[in-house]
């Protein structure tokens, strides 16, 4: 986070498989969503196959919101993950969960780093309150933005909308791509382009 606001995080921009990428995401959550007995769905109707982001950060990000769902969902709740298209340039993904939910004058802050809803929630659900920020900055800086819905006692849907192509940021090469990429591509950004 430090570094982001710095501005000293290059994005790694490869193209990315968008179903291989998801699968992989919800494996990580897979277990601790096992010990609560959470049941677990994943819905994709974007019909986009490939997008161009930096695959370890987005995984980062949509780790911290599913791990966030689980976290924040009691024993035999629901969590799920949804992918849509937003416009005809941009991706959605959208985490919801049947958890406590949120109070809607608590919105506005739950981005900003080091903030957990009261000092009650604090106590119960451990975390240092940097994933929400972490994920506004990753989604800032791929050109896209983030956003949230909720109800206290009826669950909270969390999610990014990222561009499907970031034009402005140069495609790298990395010497171990990850798993469900698709090979890399190589772009140079030439001086004084935008």
């Not at 035999?76 to 959208?94: M, T, Y």
């Not at 919801?96 to 949120?102: F, H, R």
């Amino acid at each position: 986070l430090s570094k982001i606001e710095a501005g000293k995080l290059e994005l790694q921009v490869e193209p990315v498989a968008v179903e291989a990428f998801c699968q992989a995401s919800m494996r990580m959550i897979k277990e601790a969503a096992f010990l609560k007995h959470l049941q677990v769905s994943m819905s994709n109707t974007s019909n986009i196959e490939v997008i161009h982001a930096d695959g370890r950060r987005l995984k980062q990000m949509l780790v911290n919101l599913l791990s966030n769902a689980v976290k924040f969902t009691p024993a035999g709740g629901q969590i799920g993950l949804e992918v849509s298209k937003e416009g005809d340039h941009a991706i959605r993904f959208s985490v919801w969960d049947s958890g406590i939910g949120i109070p809607a004058d608590q919105f506005e802050k739950l981005f900003n780093p080091f903030v957990q809803l009261d000092s009650s929630l604090s106590r119960q659900y451990a975390g240092t309150g940097l994933g929400l920020a972490l994920v506004r900055n990753l989604a800032e800086l791929h050109g896209g933005s983030v956003g949230m819905e909720s109800e206290p006692g009826k669950g909270s849907r969390f999610y990014f909308i990222i561009p499907t192509q970031s034009l402005n940021i140069p495609i790298v090469e990395s010497a171990m791509p990850s798993a469900g990429l698709k090979p890399k591509q190589t772009r140079t950004k030439h001086k004084g382009e935008k």
